[in-house]
């Protein structure tokens, strides 16, 4: 037999269950994560800034990453000159995690919010000590 209104409850349900995913992701996406700069190395610094200008870290230090890899790694050239003539060691560890070396509650903050893991980690030393 033909039931109208199961069918309606049924295309419903079939509905809430196929959009659960976005319900549930809705209104946490509004809240940034909440990023410590609070480490000993940021402290010293006269001037909070980072290597490049906040905005360009935020969406390139991927990239920055694997250019300094690529360079040091390949080309032996170890030494990076920021856009404002500061040189700075190109290494993960002795310069992004030594300001950074709170990285569980910096970078790990984003990418857990970001739903990003990076696997640097498995090789090189967290500062913190511990696996990602
Ligand atoms: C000399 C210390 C120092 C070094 C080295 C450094 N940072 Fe930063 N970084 C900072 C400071 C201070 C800020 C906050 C700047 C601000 O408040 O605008 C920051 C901001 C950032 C941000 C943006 C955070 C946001 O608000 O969205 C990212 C991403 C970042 N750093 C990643 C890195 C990576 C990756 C490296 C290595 C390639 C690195 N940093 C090296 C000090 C440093
Ligand atoms: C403001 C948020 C934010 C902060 C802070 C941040 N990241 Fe990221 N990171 C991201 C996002 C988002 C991606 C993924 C980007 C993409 O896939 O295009 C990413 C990707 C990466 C990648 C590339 C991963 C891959 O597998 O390709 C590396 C490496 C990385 N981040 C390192 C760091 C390090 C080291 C720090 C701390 C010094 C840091 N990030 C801090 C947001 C952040
Ligand atoms: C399979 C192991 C492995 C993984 C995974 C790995 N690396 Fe490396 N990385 C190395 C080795 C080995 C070197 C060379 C070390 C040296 O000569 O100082 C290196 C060097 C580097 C360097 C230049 C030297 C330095 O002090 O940092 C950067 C930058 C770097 N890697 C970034 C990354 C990033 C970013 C990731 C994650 C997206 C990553 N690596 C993942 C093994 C790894």
């Not at 410590?36 to 360009?56: F, R, Y």
């Not at 950074?100 to 910096?106: I, P, T």
């Amino acid at each position: 037999m033909y039931n109208g209104s199961k069918v309606l409850v049924g295309l419903g349900l079939f509905f809430l269950i196929v959009t659960v995913p976005f319900w549930l992701g809705f209104g946490t996406e509004e809240l940034a994560p909440e990023l410590d700069l609070d480490t000993p190395a940021i402290a010293q610094l006269a001037d909070k800034k980072c290597i490049e200008p906040t905005g360009v870290m935020r969406e390139e230090h991927m990239q920055l990453l694997e250019q300094w890899r690529d360079q040091a790694v390949r080309m032996g050239n170890r030494y990076y000159e920021a856009s404002d003539g500061t040189v700075y060691q190109a290494s993960l560890q002795n310069t992004c995690l030594d300001c950074h070396s709170n990285k569980s509650d910096f970078c790990d903050r984003c990418h857990d919010y970001g739903k990003v893991s990076p696997d640097c980690w498995t090789c090189h030393l967290d500062p913190e000590g511990m696996e990602l």
